[in-house]
C-alpha cells in the first residue's frame, strides 16, 4: 500500500491511507475548503463510508442531483452545474498498482468531472479496487462492475443476466465510456486526491 500511495504522489496525484470508514469520512470532508460548493457522481463507497448523507445533511452548499423528485431536466441542470463545482466526490471502479485510476460511466458526467472543470476531486477506493494492471483493471470493470451495477439498479441487460460483458447496445447499459487518469500535469498536483481505506467498499 506505501508503495502505490508514493506511486501516485509521483504522478501529482494527493494519496492518503484511511484505515476504516469514519477515518476516510473525516479526512475526505476535511479536504472541503470553507463556503466550498460541492457536487457528488454516483457512489457506493461514498454511501458506505457516510460522505454522502454527511454532505446532504450537512451545511454545504450542495449541488445535488439526487435529490428525490426532482425532474430530468433539473437534474441534467445539476450533473452540468457539478462539474463546475468547487469540489467533486467519487470513486474510482478500479486502481492500478501504477497509479492509474480507471473508471466507466453511462452518461460521462462523473469521469468528466474527474478529469476536467472542479478544482478539487477527493476519490474515495476500497482496496478491494486496487489491481495489478489495466488489464486486471479492464477484467475486474466487464466481469464485476458492470453486471452487478446493472443488477443493483434493476437493468435488464444482458450482462445483468450472464454475468458477463458482451458490449451490447442495450438502452440500459450503464457503461458508454472508458477512461483512464494516469497523473496530473505538475500545475495541477494539489487537485485530485486519493483516499485508499482498508475496507471492502462499493462494487
Known amino acids: 500500500m506505501d508503495k502505490l500511495i508514493e506511486k501516485l504522489g509521483s504522478i ?3 494519496a492518503y491511507i484511511a484505515n476504516d470508514s469514519d477515518e476516510a469520512r473525516h479526512l475526505a470532508l476535511g479536504l472541503i475548503p470553507q463556503g466550498a460548493t460541492v457536487a457528488m457522481g454516483n457512489s457506493l463507497t461514498l454511501r458506505e463510508v457516510g460522505i454522502f448523507d454527511a454532505i446532504v445533511n450537512g451545511s454545504y452548499k450542495v449541488i445535488n442531483q439526487f435529490e428525490p423528485g426532482i425532474s430530468a431536466a433539473e437534474n441534467l441542470k445539476r450533473r452540468k452545474a457539478g462539474m463546475l463545482a468547487d469540489v467533486y466526490f467519487t470513486s474510482a471502479n478500479a486502481l492500478t498498482l501504477d497509479g492509474e485510476l480507471v473508471n466507466i460511466d453511462g452518461k460521462g458526467n462523473r469521469v468528466a468531472a474527474m478529469m476536467f472543470g472542479p478544482d478539487k476531486v477527493i476519490i474515495v ?5 486496487i489491481v495489478k494492471d489495466q488489464e486486471e483493471a479492464w477484467q475486474r470493470l466487464k466481469e464485476k462492475v458492470a453486471p452487478e451495477l446493472t443488477k443493483k439498479l434493476g437493468r435488464s441487460t444482458p450482462c ?6 458482451s458490449n451490447c447496445n442495450s438502452p440500459e447499459r450503464v457503461c ?3 477512461t483512464v487518469i494516469n497523473g496530473q ?5 494539489d487537485r485530485i486526491h ?3 481505506v482498508r475496507e471492502q467498499l462499493g462494487i
Open 12 to 14: 501529482n496525484i494527493q
Open 125 to 129: 477506493v476500497g482496496e478491494n479496487k
Open 160 to 165: 445483468a443476466k450472464t454475468g458477463e460483458c
Open 176 to 178: 458508454r465510456c472508458y
Open 185 to 189: 500535469m505538475p500545475a495541477d498536483k
Open 194 to 196: 486519493v483516499i485508499i
